[in-house]
């Protein structure tokens, strides 16, 4: 059923869009590893899954699964992984889930700001990401998109016509202890640091989470 829906929405997708990919190449035709991109649109999620050969499952909050039955559906199918980002409970078993998807050879993509950015600036991202790159050694694979947010811009229900970009970067691979808590820093300011090279986007050492709060943000 996937496989189904990806042939019949991937044109859909190319029209729509008019992707531009640059990096394929550094994507293995099997094997694991982790996709990490930056995050500025809805669609960001679907778009990676669509446009790559393989399969890559990614994690979603839980108001894609349950707010809204289309993209529901889509989350279920793409087996997307589930997250309640005010639990830790619920982020720590997604990321078991995601380690046994790794070991068993798959791609997972994750967004390590672990929101949407407000503004199109890039923000620090979250330690999940260095977690899974050190418990499981699946390289990461920084990912910047561009154009996304003019697709589906914050509030709009109907995607609308533009251009992407799509950059995938060199595998990166990490050494250190998944358990301690400088390495997962470490490890993850250097991804952060990879995509922000990619996107040239301006970075804002504080979480997207914690600027949409303060400013009044959804």
């Not at 930056?38 to 899954?49: E, I, Q, R, W």
């Not at 533009?162 to 970067?169: D, P, Q, Y």
Request: proline share 8%; with cysteine.
């Amino acid at each position: 059923m996937y496989q189904v829906v990806k042939f019949a929405a991937t044109p859909l997708t190319q029209a729509l869009c008019r992707p531009h990919i640059t990096g394929a190449v550094h994507v293995p035709r099997t094997g694991p590893a982790i996709l990490a991109a930056n995050h500025l649109s809805v669609l960001d999620s679907f778009l990676l899954p669509a446009l790559l050969p393989r399969h890559v499952t990614f994690t979603a909050k839980n108001e894609y699964f349950d707010g809204n039955p289309i993209s529901g559906f889509f989350m279920r199918l793409g087996r997307s992984l589930p997250i309640d980002r005010e639990s830790a409970h619920s982020a720590q078993a997604m990321l078991d889930a995601a380690a046994e998807l790794l070991e068993s050879g798959e791609l997972f993509g994750i967004h390590p700001e672990g929101t949407r950015s407000p503004d199109g600036r890039l923000y620090r991202g979250k330690v999940g990401v260095a977690w899974l790159a050190l418990k499981t050694g699946a390289p990461v694979l920084p990912v910047a998109l561009s154009g996304t947010e003019k697709v589906m811009p914050f509030g709009a229900k109907v995607p609308r016509p533009a251009r992407i970009g799509i950059s995938i970067g060199a595998p990166l691979r990490f050494e250190g202890d998944h358990r301690n808590a400088r390495d997962r820093r470490r490890v993850t300011d250097e991804v952060m640091e990879a995509i922000q090279k990619l996107s040239g986007q301006e970075y804002v050492p504080t979480y997207a989470a914690s600027y949409k709060q303060a400013n009044g943000l959804a």
